[in-house]
């Protein structure tokens, strides 16, 4: 994978009120599926040479433990309207063999990592944990801040949803993120959008993801 220079956006750009054209007013949920590949796939790597390479990343060490938790949450990257894929083996190191899109081994794991280029967001601990964005990002690393997400810069703009209990879409209404957003916590069935505009897409015009996992 390979990187593209990354759009530049006014600090003071505002959300449109209407999709760009190809979105309508009430999008098709997006099925997440084992293997997949979700957005323009140039972001660059998820085991980038400056993240996570077997050292301790903010407290958290690589390993190869079975975890009582197990959950999963969805990040969606969006620049100008346009989807680009959260990138695989982030938090491997030393990954094993890519199977259909899908790579499962590595000589260790961070608690937070992806397994293929979907967005697929795997959270692990030996309890349940309030992880952050900004942990994900420290291990993949590369920046988030209210200016920049991974390679792209300009204003940051937020949205979270989440899943009803013992469902695995995600339901209405997106709410916006007003804090830091490497503060936002990683929790079940949450779906974050982060986006950089000018161009932005808002709710309601966010579709919905189905997550594959029950929980």
């Avoid at 309890?127 to 801040?145: N, Q, R, V, Y």
């Avoid at 993120?177 to 161009?199: M, W």
Wanted: glycine share 12%.
């Amino acid at each position: 994978m390979s990187s593209t220079p990354a759009p530049s956006a006014s600090p003071t750009s505002s959300p449109i009120s209407t999709p760009p054209p190809g979105l309508g007013a009430t999008p098709t949920p997006i099925q997440l599926a084992q293997g997949g590949v979700l957005g323009i796939d140039t972001v660059g790597e998820g085991n980038t040479a400056t993240g996570g390479q077997g050292q301790t990343v903010d407290g958290l060490t690589c390993n190869n433990l079975v975890t009582p938790y197990h959950v999963h949450a969805h990040v969606s990257l969006l620049v100008d309207g346009q989807r680009f894929a959260v990138p695989d083996v982030l938090g491997f190191f030393k990954p094993g063999a890519e199977v259909n899109g899908y790579t499962a081994n590595a000589q260790c794991f961070y608690f937070l990592h992806t397994h293929d280029a979907d967005g697929y967001i795997h959270i692990e601990g030996l309890a349940p944990t309030a992880f952050t964005l900004g942990e994900l990002f420290d291990i993949w690393g590369e920046p988030l801040s209210s200016t920049a997400v991974a390679i792209f810069s300009g204003q940051v703009v937020a949205y979270t949803a989440t899943a009803a209990q013992g469902f695995n879409q995600t339901t209405g209404p997106f709410t916006q993120y007003q804090g830091d957003v490497r503060a936002l916590q990683l929790v079940s069935h949450e779906e974050i959008v982060l986006e950089i505009g000018p161009v932005l897409i808002t709710p309601p015009n966010l579709p919905a993801v189905i997550f594959y996992t029950s929980k």
